[in-house]
């Protein structure tokens, strides 16, 4: 059983700022790439931004660019989205994803259960 636990969503105003961070936790031997999506009301889910565990490439959304940094701990197995100059559409239900090795083979891709982040005066 693989489990991503997201936290530090909530309701902030333009311009502030917020950090999320998700954790895996379960039975695994390694996590690959990790990521955050997003989800609006009323629209699909969209890449927010991506980082490899090696080497640490990062991916980011062109909506995002220069306003979200993606980090990770693998030592914690963790990821962090470092979100500032929040924007009211940056309004959406956050989710972690990641690519976890759980024996051999190809890796499982799971998702977190979504943390709300609400951008509004």
């Known amino acids: 059983q693989v489990q991503l636990v997201e936290s530090g969503g909530g309701l902030v105003q333009p311009g502030g700022s917020l950090r999320l961070s998700c954790a895996a936790g379960?039975?695994?031997?390694?996590?690959?790439?990790m990521g955050w999506y997003r989800q609006a009301p009323g629209k699909g889910r969209e890449l927010v931004a991506t980082?490899?565990?090696?080497?640490?490439?990062?991916n980011y959304a062109d909506s995002v660019k220069g306003r979200f940094f993606i980090d990770r701990d693998n030592a914690k197995n963790t990821v962090y989205l470092q979100m500032s100059s929040l924007k009211p559409e940056d309004t959406a239900v956050y989710y972690c994803?990641?690519?976890?090795?759980?024996?051999?083979?190809?890796?499982?891709?799971?998702w977190g259960q979504g943390t709300q982040v609400t951008v509004e005066h």
């Open positions: 994803n990641a690519n976890v090795f759980v024996r051999g083979g190809l890796p499982g891709n799971y």
């Open positions: 379960g039975t695994f031997y390694n996590i690959g790439t």
């Open positions: 980082i490899t565990k090696v080497g640490g490439t990062m």
